[in-house]
């Protein structure tokens, strides 16, 4: 056992802390399931450390008000849908249309489909969000609108695993159309009828001034930089958002513990950052790191994001186009004693995405990369529970994220700047 291996099993809280942030609920930002658990989770921090704060940043806040879908014919049918957050709505009295099935609504589907597309009702499939061949929800939806759909649904492929959550990504008063997802078997009557026709329903508020908030721990060293640990607290209300992102906040707190006699005079600081509103196209920490002064925002030399670090006894860093990293990831796989694999393309599916953006080296440390029959796989589900995620995968998770902050915080401010080489991500 290695001394990471070591410190983490030694950690008694941890679990403790993952059942005490699921038992709040599934913590959508709106809800005040998210306020309260932050509550929690900054009572924690003042265990730690004196230095911390909670900011308030805003965000395009909705609320879901009514959602049906009903297969119509001689026999009409209930179908199960949730909408997608920040749906467009429906008028009152809904919406009627012919449903057009694009299979995975990939790129090439719509192109394939064309003009067809125009005044439908989309049906697409949801896949399996860590992989190397994802496709974003909110890139399928983008495409429904450029092509004139009058709505999209999105089916879970998952058979009785029932419909998903997740977020449109439409801005407040922005264009958009109707969207929902559906379950599996939803999808399978729509396209068992050609040319099936349905009645859409979706009814939703706008929440002006919205906010989301944001805890921070920071643990001063010897030096202005900063390593940065980050976790989103908020989920979706289906489940209790154990996976994503219970498993995230509990390893960040664990670190945080472990981690703080580790900062001292001859290192950098290590802050300790958790985010709201992530679920909402990751609102929350893009309008921290925006209204961030530019030198304080400079002296974040690195980001190691906790998001659905279990469900799978597998760990992979999406590197977000900043190859140095690739060499800490090995290097921390080694010092931890815990397997971890990397991938380079920059995936913008967590708060990781904001900070590369801003030049910041950032990664997310994820389970399941590329194996979507694990656990991992009932994410934005409702199935989504604490009981499918095993305490070994934690603290697995938590050897990995000490590792790679303490070889973090023994780096020079040179060598940390120098994580920057080579880097391709797309900025802000």
Not at 143 to 168: C, D, E, H, Q, R
């Given at each position: 056992m290695t001394p990471w291996q070591r410190a983490a099993a030694d950690d008694a809280a941890l679990m403790n802390d993952f059942q005490r942030i699921c038992a709040f609920g599934g913590r959508l930002s709106g809800t005040g399931q998210d306020v309260a658990a932050m509550d929690w989770v900054v009572s924690r921090l003042r265990e730690i450390g004196p230095e911390v704060r909670v900011m308030s940043v805003p965000y395009d806040g909705w609320r879901s008000v009514a959602a049906t879908l009903t297969l119509l014919g001689n026999a009409p049918?209930?179908?199960?849908?949730?909408?997608?957050?920040?749906?467009?709505?429906?008028?009152?009295?809904?919406?009627?249309?012919?449903?057009?099935?694009?299979?995975?609504?990939?790129?090439?589907?719509?192109?394939?489909?064309?003009?067809?597309?125009?005044?439908?009702?989309?049906?697409?499939?949801?896949?399996?969000?860590?992989?190397?061949?994802?496709?974003?929800?909110?890139?399928?939806?983008?495409?429904?609108?450029?092509?004139?759909?009058?709505?999209?649904?999105?089916?879970?492929?998952?058979?009785?695993?029932?419909?998903?959550?997740?977020?449109?990504?439409?801005p407040r008063d922005g264009a958009g159309i109707p969207a929902a997802y559906i379950d599996h078997e939803g999808a399978l009557a729509l396209s068992a009828q050609p040319n099936a026709q349905v009645q859409l329903t979706i009814v939703g508020e706008e929440v002006r001034d919205a906010l989301a908030p944001v805890g921070i721990l920071d643990l001063p060293g010897g030096r202005d930089s900063r390593i940065v640990i980050s976790a989103h607290l908020d989920g979706h209300d289906l489940g209790t958002s154990a996976l994503d992102n219970a498993t995230g906040v509990a390893v960040a707190l664990a670190a945080a513990r472990i981690l703080a006699p580790h900062v001292g005079p001859d290192t950098p600081g290590l802050r300790v950052c958790f985010f709201t509103a992530e679920e909402w196209a990751l609102a929350g920490s893009a309008r921290y790191l925006a209204d961030m002064a530019p030198l304080e925002r400079e002296a974040l030399k690195l980001n190691i994001n906790l998001d659905t670090v279990a469900g799978d006894d597998s760990l992979c860093a999406l590197i977000s186009e900043y190859p140095a990293l690739a060499e800490i990831v090995d290097r921390t796989a080694k010092e931890a004693g815990v397997p971890v694999s990397h991938w380079l393309p920059f995936m913008p599916n967590s708060d990781h995405a904001n900070f590369a953006k801003h030049g910041i080296p950032a990664l997310r440390l994820v389970a399941g990369f590329d194996k979507p029959q694990s656990r991992v796989q009932h994410i934005l589900s409702r199935q989504d529970l604490p009981e499918i995620i095993r305490e070994s995968e934690l603290r697995n998770a938590l050897a990995v994220t000490c590792a790679m902050a303490a070889v973090s915080l023994g780096m020079s401010d040179g060598a940390l700047s120098a994580l920057t080489q080579g880097a391709t991500c797309p900025r802000v």
């Open positions: 049918v209930e179908l199960d849908c949730v909408p997608l957050l920040r749906s467009a709505s429906t008028a009152l009295a809904g919406l009627e249309g012919t449903i057009l099935d694009l299979g995975a609504g990939r790129s090439e589907d719509f192109e394939r489909a064309g003009d067809a597309v125009r005044g439908k009702i989309v049906l697409v499939r949801h896949e399996y969000p860590f992989a190397q061949t994802h496709m974003h929800r909110r890139r399928k939806y983008d495409l429904a609108v450029k092509y004139g759909a009058a709505a999209f649904l999105i089916a879970n492929a998952t058979p009785g695993a029932g419909p998903l959550s997740g977020s449109s990504g439409r």
